[in-house]
Each structure stands twice: as C-alpha cells, then as structure tokens.
Nanobody
Framework: DVQLQASGGGLVQVGGSLRLSCAASGFTFDDYAIAWFRQAPGKEREGVSCISTSDFSTLYADSVKGRFTISSDNAKNTVYLQMNSLKPEDTAVYYC???????????????????WGKGTLVTVSS
C-alpha cells in the first residue's frame, strides 16, 4: 500500500523556519511527482510545491517562491519542504501527495493527486 507520512509541523513565529518531511513507501519512488498542498482554516486547498523524483525538477506557487525549497532524497524515499521567512498566511495543514510521473505544469492548480497522506499543522504566530 502507498503510504505518505508527513511530519515537521509546529508553531513558529513570523520570520521563522520549519522543515517538513514526507516519508513515502509502497511505490517506486524515483518516478513520481511528490507535491505539497495546504489548507488554511476556511479556505480552499492550494498547491504549494512539487518535485519530480526522476529529474528533481520543481514547481512553486507564486506565494512561496523565494521562501520555500522542495528537495528529494531518493535514497531515503523522503521529500522535504524547507520553509523560511514564514508569514501568518502560511498557517495551514500541509499535505504530502504523490502521483506517478513527473510534475505537470498545472500540477499545483488542481488538488487531484492520486495519493494523499495525513496532514501536518503549521502555525505561524505574530
């Protein structure tokens, strides 16, 4: 069975940093799109970032470009999301998702990834 385990969420002050991890199992890790989505209270879910584990190409939402960095350690079947310069509007539950193949150009526009893990809560306090 495909399993995606997100961790690393927590409470951080404005301007601080957190690193989320997504540990994957149950599929051939090196040919998948692994994406992070988030959902803030009362808001729709939105795509944050995606990485293609085959060639490490990446996508970012405009709202996080320059602040967040996604990376993949294929040897550990783990994807990371380094989040710097955090803002209150980054507060949300973050979900790790996966789908076979590379990240499509529109990957972050639709929350239709095939596999979803349970979320991890990030709270940025001011």
């Amino acid at each position: 069975d495909v399993q995606l385990q997100a961790s690393g969420g927590g409470l951080v002050q404005v301007g601080g940093s957190l690193r989320l991890s997504c540990a994957a199992s149950g599929f051939t890790f090196d040919d998948y799109a692994i994406a992070w989505f988030r959902q803030a209270p009362g808001k729709e879910r939105e795509g944050v970032s995606c990485i293609s584990t085959s060639d490490f190409s990446t996508l970012y939402a405009d709202s996080v470009k320059g602040r967040f960095t996604i990376s993949s350690d294929n040897a550990k079947n783990t994807v990371y999301l380094q989040m710097n310069s955090l803002k209150p509007e980054d507060t949300a539950v973050y979900y790790c998702t996966a789908e076979v193949g590379p990240c499509r150009d529109y990957e972050l526009d639709y929350d239709d990834m095939e596999y979803w893990g349970k979320g991890t809560l990030v709270t940025v306090s001011s």
